[in-house]
């Protein structure tokens, strides 16, 4: 199974300010037929479902801010947030659909400082 | 607008068994993966199974292997998972998800139903 490792576990960051949550693959996620990284960004609030933000490790889900980024490649990837608003406050997760089982990081639980 | 509704949850006693639907709507359900994520009270979400558009494809984490069967009726726009033989540990809420397109295998989930949740307790 691809283990999914992210850091930090939570964080406190000040409105207006970046906020950086780290994913590291145990093995490679990048399909190289098509150079394209299995790798997602989930948000999820308190009695919601998870919500995407990013897929294929940059590609921004349709509606979603552009204060949100990721980048990455291979087993080590980032999701950034620009300036941090009050609506952001949730718990992140990135996931690998390379293969089977699809598996998610533990969460970063993102604050306000 | 895609909507997924799960139902069938409830609460039964270990050993016991449920059948969970997830009702599609808003797209064509026949031209997309789906899978069954579930999410243990305060823990992160674990992928559970998921079945390709024409269900003849089919994968399941182990821990769920020989208990759990996903399938669905396209013509019904409907996914299912039979659970059987159930644990404490296969408390959650239940959620069906859908697969973007991509040729050929299944690409990153784009929509989530609300769960159904599933107490396993005597």
């Known amino acids: 199974d691809i283990v999914m490792t992210q850091f930090p576990d939570s964080l406190a960051v000040s409105l207006g300010e970046r906020a950086t949550i780290n994913c590291k693959s145990s093995q490679s996620v990048l399909y190289s037929s098509n150079n394209k990284n299995y790798l997602a960004w989930f948000q999820q609030k308190p009695g919601q479902p998870p919500k995407v933000l990013i897929y294929?490790?940059?590609t921004r889900e349709s509606g979603i801010p552009d204060r949100f980024s990721g980048s990455g490649s291979g087993t080590d990837f980032t999701l950034t947030i620009s300036s941090l608003q009050a609506e952001d406050v949730a718990v992140y997760y990135c996931?690998?659909?390379?293969?089977?089982?699809?598996?998610f990081g533990q969460g970063t639980r993102l604050e306000i400082k | 607008e895609v909507q997924l509704v799960e139902s069938g949850g409830g609460l039964v006693q270990p050993g016991g068994s449920l059948r969970l639907s997830c009702a599609a709507s808003?797209?064509?359900?026949?031209?997309?993966?789906m899978s069954w994520v579930r999410q243990a009270p305060g823990k992160g979400p674990e992928w559970v199974a998921n079945?390709?558009?024409?269900?003849?494809?089919?994968y399941y984490v182990d821990s769920v292997k020989g208990r759990f069967t996903i399938s669905r009726d396209n013509a019904k726009n409907s996914l299912y998972l039979q659970v059987n033989s159930l644990r404490a540990e296969d408390t959650a809420v239940y959620y069906c998800?859908?697969?973007?397109?991509?040729?050929?295998?299944?690409?990153?989930?784009?929509?989530w139903g609300q769960g159904t949740l599933v107490t396993v307790s005597s």
């Open positions: 079945m390709k558009q024409d269900g003849s494809e089919k």
């Open positions: 808003g797209f064509t359900f026949s031209t997309y993966w």
């Open positions: 998800a859908r697969h973007i397109a991509v040729a050929g295998t299944w690409g990153p989930f784009d929509y």
């Open positions: 996931q690998q659909y390379y293969r089977t089982p699809i598996t």
């Open positions: 294929w490790a940059s």
